[in-house]
């Protein structure tokens, strides 16, 4: 009778993708709303108040924040990367076109 053999184990992947457009493109919404610091604030127990920071920030640079978008969807209709429909994703964050 032969020896049996151990079943395969199976390694988890040791490397991943990144976007380079959608991590851009998270990375520049994230200064663009401030949302380093109003996160900040709100972790430091006032919530209305980050909140209120990120609204008046949104408010204050959504020429930017609108511009951004639109070069984000002309580099992936122009890199073909579309088919996800994805702009950008920032943690459970996700901007769709």
Same mark, same amino acid.
């Given at each position: 009778?032969?020896?049996?053999?151990? $079943?395969?184990?199976?390694?988890?992947?040791?490397?991943?993708? *990144?976007? %380079?457009?959608? !991590?851009?493109? $998270? @990375?520049? @919404?994230?200064?663009?709303?401030?949302? $380093?610091?109003?996160l900040q604030?709100?972790?430091?127990g006032n919530?209305?108040?980050? *909140?209120?920071?990120?609204?008046? +920030? *949104?408010? !204050?640079? &959504?020429? &930017?924040?609108?511009? +951004?978008?639109? %070069? %984000?969807? /002309? $580099?992936? /209709?122009?890199? &073909?990367g579309f088919?996800?429909?994805? @702009? !950008? &994703?920032?943690?459970?964050?996700? *901007?769709? @076109?």
């Open positions: 009778m032969a020896a049996r053999r151990k $079943a395969p184990r199976r390694r988890p992947r040791r490397s991943f993708n *990144v976007s %380079a457009i959608e !991590a851009g493109t $998270a @990375l520049s @919404l994230a200064q663009s709303t401030g949302f $380093a610091k109003a604030t709100a972790l430091d919530i209305a108040q980050g *909140v209120n920071d990120m609204s008046r +920030t *949104v408010l !204050a640079n &959504k020429s &930017k924040i609108i511009g +951004t978008l639109g %070069a %984000a969807a /002309v $580099a992936k /209709v122009a890199s &073909k088919a996800s429909g994805t @702009l !950008a &994703k920032l943690g459970p964050l996700r *901007v769709k @076109l």
